[in-house]
């Protein structure tokens, strides 16, 4: 079907809850995450519509508690992926025909339900299964996911149907009809953002795609939710499959695949790469050349000049490194600061940590949870030690940890004389940040240092109350971060604000929440309608 010209106001970005001590929206999501906490839902693979229980049963525990066992799922096997990829090749028949604003209905209808009564539920969810404040949950869980539906459908309606070929000249009509991928597109989601996660599988869904979603073994409870909210939005069966399972097994299945069209993918870096392989190597029997999006890993910074604001940068630094234990992408996990600068801002911040509360996202007072599993607990403990039993590294603030009841790691500030040390290099994705103090005479060596130590390039921060020198050292940075933000801290990028997304070994930023991602997810036809055709073939030069 061809395309019908819609357009759609500028919607505003969801309100953030502030879920301040005895307020309703407080008590609301309490009970909420306490009826969660008390159950052990059963998962099953959702596959054409139908749930499938395979039998083969894994577990997600509170990253933060490891007595509360929240969920039991069922792993797709290889007869439940290849029923994935029948449902899914018989839902695109329909789907890719779907007109534009019945899909954008649908994700609307989403977005109004996530906005009123399925609030509570999938914070709570996210809360509990990847250990969330209501705060982060909150900024995460809904309002981004919210915002992700509500600007995606503005930016297909207004961005994406309506440009047409600037010109048709009389006598003809000129017609890009934005056609989806023929085949599947294979969304593999992480663990730290049910956004990220709802959002992989929708985006090319919105755009008459059919999508197989793989989510992380470590958020599938948030993620059934999620699931389970886009059939209460009317998504027709086979649109999304949720596949659960063996991710390097449902990888080689669903890449192996002539109908594969397309990688949605956000994860570790390494990972990333070895899909990107599987893909060449399986590209001659694809039917077409699939569309490779991917957002991985970084190691985010933040530079100090001299004129910095020490407050604002202490208080910058310490949100934007520990939220969330230090698990966003965006995380800062490096620092260079000025040595005249440096003692000044390290007591602020140490000051600061001392004081953070880490623990059980059910008692809203907490800063901080757990991280997700024992094999990040183990990556992040054995940095530290390495920092702590290495000369010219010195752990200056925290640096403890606890695995009695959860992943519980202290945030730890580390001071590295050697640039080049690991935890200066190394995405660690967890409560450490590194720090590296420059001599304040050689500015232009630091920034050397800050472009050319990581090979990541997703966020970084300039903190400078000398708006000249914060210029300069933006344009010497120019390609070191994807989102740069001048006297901000890295983290916190807002759809319609902030498209979000990083190059070199970040990805190949292509801006989720913006139509630069959308526009990954067609391939246009063109169509030229000829009203009155020539009748003689011969040519005026022809005599
Ligand atoms: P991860 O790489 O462990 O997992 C990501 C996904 O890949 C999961 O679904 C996982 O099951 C799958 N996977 C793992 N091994 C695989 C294999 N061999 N074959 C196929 N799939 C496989 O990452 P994570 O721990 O879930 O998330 C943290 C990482 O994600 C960090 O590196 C972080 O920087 C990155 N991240 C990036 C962004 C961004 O926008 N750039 C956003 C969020 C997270």
Known sequence: MMNTDFTRS????????????????????????????????EIPCIVGGEEIRTGDIHENRAPHDHSNVLCRWHAANPDVVERAIVASREAWLEWSETPVHVRVAIFEKAATLLAGPWRDTINAATMLNQSKTCFQAEIDAACELIDFWRFNNYYVLNQVHSEQPPHSPSGMWNVLDHRPLEGFVYAVTPF??????ANLPG????????????????????NYYIMKLYEAAG????????????????????????EFSGLHYTGSTAVFQHLWKVAAENLPNYRSY????????????IFVHESADAEATAVAALRGSFEYQGQKCSAASRMYVPRNRWSEIRDRLIADMQTIRMGDPADFSNFIGAVIHEQSFEKITGAIQHARDTPGASIVQGGES???????????????DDPQFRTMQEELF??????????ENNLDEALRLCDE?????????VFSQDRVEAERISDRLRHAAGNFYINDKPTGAVVGQQPFGGARASGTDDKAGSVLNLLRWVAPRTVKETFDPPRDYRYPHMG
């Open 235 to 258: 998504l027709p069966p086979g649109v999304i499959n949720f596949i659960p399972g063996d991710p390097a097994a449902i990888t080689q299945q669903l890449m192996t695949s002539p």
């Open 453 to 461: 130590t990581s090979p990541y390039a997703l966020t970084g921060a």
């Open 203 to 222: 985006a090319p869904v919105l755009m008459g795609n059919v999508s197989l979603w793989k989510p992380s073994n470590h958020s599938i409870l948030s």
């Open 430 to 439: 967890g409560p450490v940040l590194s720090v590296h103090v420059y001599d």
């Open 10 to 41: 500028l919607p505003p970005n969801e309100v953030i809850r502030g879920y301040a001590p005895g307020a309703a929206e407080t008590k609301s999501l309490a009970k909420r995450l306490a009826e969660l906490s008390s159950e052990t839902l």
């Open 192 to 197: 730290n953002f049910t956004s990220i996660a």
């Open 290 to 301: 699939p569309r490779i999006v991917g957002e991985t890993g970084g190691k985010d910074f």
């Open 402 to 416: 606890n695995r009695e009841q959860g992943w519980f790691v202290q945030p730890t500030l580390i001071e590295c």
